[in-house]
């Protein structure tokens, strides 16, 4: 067990970034876990899963915007997913941006979508940053603090 966390701690920040590059919520969490133990960095992990969701999610919206006949012929199968998505984002406009960061399944498919609409580039940068920022800081801290306090609790 020991040697699984040593490991963790060696390669959990190249884990974190990949991570986080598709969403990484888990991953976080995990970190967060493990910075309470000791084995990583709290600040760095949130850090690096910060910049990696907000590349992520820009390059996403970049991708779809610069190739929507491309990206149309995927989604073709996620007529669901694409109604509900359009739903969060005509009901709450530019909050989309931050309230994608927390549910699963529609996550990757928010910036893709805006990328393909008309919206505007730079709006969405400056909008993921900060909802990145919040992500990270929220995700990161509470599993950090959560795991302390239940260690506490139990220990």
């Given at each position: 067990m020991?040697?699984?966390?040593?490991n963790?701690?060696?390669?959990?920040?190249?884990?974190?970034?990949?991570?986080s590059?598709?969403?990484?919520?888990?991953?976080?969490a995990?970190a967060?876990?493990?910075?309470s133990m000791g084995k990583?960095?709290i600040?760095?992990?949130i850090?690096?899963?910060?910049?990696f969701?907000?590349?992520?999610?820009s390059?996403?919206?970049?991708?779809?915007?610069t190739?929507?006949?491309?990206v149309?012929?995927?989604?073709?199968?996620?007529k669901r997913?694409?109604a509900?998505?359009?739903?969060?984002m005509?009901?709450?406009?530019?909050?989309?941006?931050?309230i994608q960061k927390?549910?699963?399944?529609?996550k990757?498919?928010?910036?893709i979508i805006?990328g393909?609409?008309k919206?505007?580039?730079k709006?969405?940068?400056v909008?993921?940053?900060?909802?990145s920022?919040?992500?990270?800081?929220?995700v990161?801290?509470l599993s950090?603090y959560?795991s302390?306090?239940?260690?506490e609790?139990?220990g």
């Open positions: 020991e040697n699984i966390l040593e963790l701690s060696i390669y959990g920040y190249l884990i974190l970034a990949f991570y590059f598709g969403g990484g919520m888990l991953a976080l995990g967060g876990i493990l910075s990583m960095d600040t760095l992990s850090a690096i899963a910060t910049l969701n907000f590349i992520g999610d390059v996403l919206f970049w991708f779809a915007q190739n929507k006949k491309d149309m012929r995927y989604l073709t199968k996620h997913k694409i509900y998505t359009n739903l969060i005509r009901k709450y406009g530019d909050l989309a941006v931050f927390y549910i699963y399944g529609v990757t498919l928010v910036p805006m393909m609409s919206f505007d580039l709006r969405f940068m909008l993921n940053l900060f909802a920022i919040v992500w990270g800081l929220v990161g801290l950090f959560f302390t306090a239940v260690r609790f139990f």
